[in-house]
């Protein structure tokens, strides 16, 4: 074992999202000597292969589909060239660059020292750090965050699958596929099929059961698939795949669904995004002695502790909400638990009520809990208000053109207290993080009703649904 050449109160391993902000609010705020060790980028899933990149690439699908639309309004906008795809991913992937900067810039003016290599737990207060020249140090560390995130699956099971592509490698493509198809009914599978489809791309999307989106509201799920057939996007339903072959540049894909057993559909790109898995591999903690679930996940309890004295993890490596503002609300309260003051000794976060969005093609909004789940735990107390409209947007477009909006409110007791809130429609996004308050602060249908509308929008809906 190399000598330990570092000592630090707190060390954080991993520099995404969730470790950043903890190690940034342990040592920019309380003084904690902290040390922070990334094995690839920093900024980790959410900066590199996740949101940011993602997001530009909806608004980029977004301008396409105005640009179609914009006819309806009066204008001649006609395209003198298709999508420059290139072009597009050199100006984002430079974007994303300086964030990694800006990142790294933001831990040391926060006084946290950052080391580049790959972290392995050696007990609960030492870990080893590989440099990328291959040398090697041993870190004594008082306290030791685990806060590694997670990593795309590609099934193993099926022959062939290695000639598709991971969500994370998507990222990587130089040309625009002309004919897609995409395996999954989470997030990324639905919000990277309305990318694909805006952009002009023959898009497939496989998936398992006769909806996708299925941890949220039912309303949801029929609104989006439905929209979703209106735009084009071929819907593989009840859906398998059984092998993959590869012809020059050219995949066969054969697969089974609700309408053929033996179906063979001739792509440029095939995307698993069939799931993510725990970071943790050669991280060392069955030497450690932490503990993890059945799918690899490390378990920790409320306050994010592990079963480990001082050894304490968050995000997506323990899998309970994988969304990049939970991480860092949890990294922050963790901070302020571990280093600050006395009055936040019980600082943690509530992981009820978190809003989240799918940047589909509607977005897609949700916070709390659905109908079946309100009705499970609340029986009949529960009374639901819901509508279905055209958004003034499309007025001036044709009936097969106009996109829906759906909104679902989710009341229970006699007091109508909104325990779930349910949108999809244009602006589903900006509109939710002001909803999310209310409802986190325990907002009543009443005082939905209290708040004067604002007129003309879609959110007025919500604050006149009768």
């Known amino acids: 074992m190399a000598p330990i050449s570092k000592e630090c109160d707190f060390l954080v391993i991993g520099g995404g999202s969730g470790g950043l902000a903890t190690a940034r609010r342990a040592s920019g705020y309380y003084g904690a000597k902290t040390i922070a060790i990334e094995s690839n980028k920093l900024g980790g899933t959410c900066v590199n292969v996740g949101c940011v990149p993602k997001k530009i690439i909806w608004n980029a699908a977004s301008l396409a589909e105005s640009i179609r639309e914009a006819k309806a309004y ?197 995307i698993w995004a069939v799931g993510r898995a725990p970071e943790v591999e050669g991280l060392g903690l069955d030497v450690a002695g932490v503990k993890q679930d059945e799918k690899g996940r490390v378990i920790v309890d409320d306050f994010q502790n592990t079963n480990v004295e001082n050894i304490y993890s968050l995000g997506d490596v323990c899998g309970r909400v994988e969304l990049t503002p939970v991480a860092i609300a949890a990294g922050r309260r963790l901070g302020d638990r571990l280093f600050g003051p006395p009055q936040f000794s019980a600082s943690k976060l509530s992981y009820e009520n978190i809003p989240s969005v799918v940047f589909a093609h509607p977005e897609v909004g949700s916070i709390g809990l659905t109908e079946p789940e309100a009705r499970e735990k609340y029986g009949d107390s529960v009374k639901v208000y819901k509508t279905s409209f055209t958004a003034m947007y499309y007025a001036m477009m044709e009936p097969h053109d106009k996109g829906p909006t759906s909104y679902k409110i989710v009341c229970v007791g006699p007091e109508e207290r909104v325990v779930g809130l349910h949108i999809l429609g244009l602006g589903s996004g900006e509109m939710l993080q002001g909803f999310g308050v209310a409802i986190k602060m325990g907002a009543t249908k009443a005082d939905f009703d209290n708040c004067v509308a604002i007129h003309p929008t879609s959110a007025e809906e919500l604050v006149t649904m009768k």
């Open 74 to 270: 009066g204008f001649s906008v006609q395209e003198t060239a298709p999508f420059n795809w290139a072009l597009f991913k050199q100006k984002r992937d430079a974007y994303i660059k300086r964030l990694n900067g800006i990142y790294e810039k933001n831990l040391g003016n926060d006084k946290v020292e950052y080391l580049h290599g790959r972290a392995t737990l050696l007990g609960k207060n030492e870990v080893e750090v590989k440099h990328d020249d291959g040398s090697k140090i041993v870190i004594l560390a008082k306290k030791i965050l685990v806060a590694t995130g997670g990593h795309p699956i590609i099934p193993r099971d099926i022959p062939g699958s290695e000639y598709g592509i991971s969500s994370d490698s998507f990222f990587e493509l130089e040309t625009q596929p002309k004919k897609v198809a995409l395996v999954g009914a989470g997030y990324i599978a639905v919000e990277l099929a309305g990318m694909f489809n805006a952009l002009g791309t023959e898009t497939h999307l496989f998936i398992r059961h006769d909806k996708f989106l299925r941890t949220f509201d039912p309303m949801i799920q029929e609104a989006i698939v439905k929209e979703y057939e209106r735009q084009g996007i071929h819907i593989h339903k009840l859906s398998k795949q059984s092998r993959i072959e590869k012809d020059n540049e050219t995949l066969k894909l054969h697969y089974s669904d609700s309408n053929t057993q033996d179906g063979i559909l001739d792509i440029d790109c095939l």
